[in-house]
């Protein structure tokens, strides 16, 4: 655990006969009365601990040591998502853990089910609110009061508000397991990926950062638990306020949990550290902290903060937890994207007052719009003859950086060039297996590891090039090019009744990817959304 003493903020251990241990105001340090001398083995075991329980734990421990001399607990304060890394890794894991959210505990038992015995003990319980600047409050009341975690998630609220990294952040992970939920049951997936994308390309500051950024001369509101806001308050009084959104809200619960296959002797340190901080004494500590004891407990009434019971939202299902994790991480994760558009002439055909070519690259269009600037993308058009005799595609722009500029203009407006152009370039038959493979092979020599690497195919019909590959031909060379440690996806996007979805369905199959049919060409905005949630991320890279 050497490597993971990040925010020591206590520290237990034995020194001198004594027990030393950081209070809870920062700066002053509390003795003990001495500790009685073990006269036969030590029983130790290290605990990790959430920092905001640091010093209720050191002082649990230094009683359970008054108690039982020859029993030795080494706590270390380290945050719940660096704690958890040491779990899903092989690093060298604590015999206990303190957690402030059994979401972390659940994604390790989801990975590694043998790491973590079953019993966990619930220590505290508060809950997730949104700290409003104390400014804020004054001037934007019923903004506030009306808030809910989906309008925050969703930018909806009209509070000025810096979401929290989900992959750092306790608050971050419940925010986006109960707000994302929320809003796709409530708008749908096309809405969760616009919002899972504006939040995960936008700057993601730490609590500490956050806090401080209170005293500036444009504080934001962010999510956060409710004993930081009261720990915060008591040295700024007058700064922030703790408001708790209607509809319900996600619980900090602090957790004991015990890693698996302990000694006895460190069986019997952590026992006695569980069985303390259910104590009177312990409680009585964590309600001077600003937690409440259990779920159905009022709040400490300390001014900014409400007393009342608070409603606790429930959390999505074990397995629903990690699907929206990983579309978080896929989401997070920049692409390299090459879009390979059909420029035949069955492109030209009308829907409604409109063309399928039209619709299309309106489509991308938006598409384009909504990637971060982080992102790369490159443009072919394929059909007949498009890049002179015999060859069916050609590059309309090279992949490169959405933000990367030539002669004064940006690389995603040059792609947006391009699309409003396509219409005037439909003619001809849709070599389509070509290519596809050529593509992916511009693709897989050019791979990126740091970027979800893919060729999105959009066409309205089926191969006719009787000269070129087969669909046979083509799955068998995509086979024999895949490397799994290099994904490369072909997502393919058939439109209108004359899309050959069998062959499309078997292109994207054969890379990993995932195959759309929208016989309604309208529908393609939802298409290219989805595609992008559908997205997974693997230890090697993501896949859709």
């Known amino acids: 655990m050497a490597v993971l003493l990040v925010s020591l903020l206590a520290l237990v251990a034995i020194a001198g006969g004594a027990w030393w241990f950081v209070g809870p105001h920062a700066g002053r340090t509390t003795a003990s009365s001495p500790v009685p001398t073990c006269s036969g083995d030590r029983q130790t075991a290290g605990v ?10 050191a002082r649990a421990a230094a009683r359970v040591s008054r108690r039982a001399p020859c029993l030795t607990l080494e706590l270390t304060a380290a945050d719940s998502a660096t704690v958890a890394q040491t779990f899903l890794g092989d690093s060298t894991r604590p015999d206990a853990w303190l957690s402030d959210s059994s979401v972390w505990l659940t994604a390790v038992r989801a990975a590694h089910p043998d790491r973590l015995t079953a019993d966990q003990q619930v220590v ?19 903004d506030v009061t009306a808030a809910t975690w989906s309008s925050v998630i969703s930018g909806s609220s009209r509070l000025p508000i810096t979401l929290p990294d989900p992959e750092t952040s306790t608050s971050g992970r419940l925010l986006l397991l109960t707000g994302a939920a929320a809003i796709e049951a409530r708008a749908g997936r096309p809405a969760l990926a616009n919002t899972l994308m504006a939040w995960a390309h936008t700057p993601m500051l730490s609590q500490a950062d956050l806090f401080a950024a209170l005293s500036s001369a444009a504080p934001r509101s962010f999510p956060t638990s409710e004993q930081s806001v009261v720990s915060f308050r008591d040295s700024h009084p007058g700064l922030v306020t703790a408001v708790v959104p209607s509809g319900g809200t996600p619980a900090f619960d602090y957790t004991l949990a015990t890693s698996a296959g302990l000694s006895p002797d460190a069986t019997a340190a952590v026992t006695a550290l569980r069985e303390e901080l259910g104590s009177d004494e312990s409680r009585s500590d964590l309600a001077a902290a600003g937690f409440r004891p259990d779920a159905s407990s009022e709040g400490s009434g300390v001014t900014g903060v409400t007393a009342a019971k608070v409603t ?3 959390l999505p299902p074990t397995a629903q937890q990690g699907v929206t994790y990983a579309t978080w991480q896929a989401v997070r994760t920049d692409s390299r994207m090459l879009a390979l558009l059909d420029t ?7 829907v409604g007052s409109s063309t399928r070519i039209a619709l299309v690259t309106g489509a991308a269009k938006r598409a384009v719009g ?5 992102a790369e993308l490159g443009t072919w058009e394929f059909g007949q003859d498009k890049g002179g005799p015999g060859l069916s595609w050609n590059e309309l722009t090279p992949i490169e950086q959405l933000d990367t500029y030539h002669g004064g203009i940006a690389h995603r407006q040059s792609a947006v060039d391009v699309l409003r152009a396509l219409p005037g370039r439909v003619a001809g038959g849709t070599a389509l297996y070509d290519s596809v493979l050529a593509a992916y092979q511009t693709m897989r020599s050019s791979f990126d590891p740091k970027r979800i690497n893919s060729v999105v195919v959009l066409t309205d019909g089926r191969n006719d090039a009787p000269d070129g590959l087969t669909l046979d031909q083509l799955l068998a060379r995509l086979k024999q090019l895949n490397d799994p440690d290099r994904p490369v996806l072909v997502v393919t996007v058939g439109m209108g009744p004359d899309a050959d979805a069998t062959a499309l369905r078997a292109i994207s199959t054969a890379t990993g990817a995932k195959s759309y049919l929208a016989r309604n060409p309208a529908d393609i905005d939802a298409v290219f959304l989805d595609a992008i949630l559908s997205r997974k991320c ?4 993501c896949t859709g």
């Not at 990790?48 to 209720?56: C, G, H, Q, R, S």
């Not at 909504?370 to 982080?374: A, D, E, G, N, R």
């Open 538 to 541: 693997t230890a090697t890279g």
């Open 370 to 374: 909504l990637l971060p600037s982080s």
């Open 312 to 314: 606790y939202a429930k």
């Open 48 to 57: 990790a601990v959430t920092p905001a329980l640091a010093a209720v734990a």
């Open 124 to 142: 505290a319980v508060g809950p997730m609110v949104l700290a409003v600047p104390d400014i804020v409050v004054s001037t934007v009341r019923p």
């Open 344 to 350: 035949s002439a069955s492109m030209g055909e009308k």
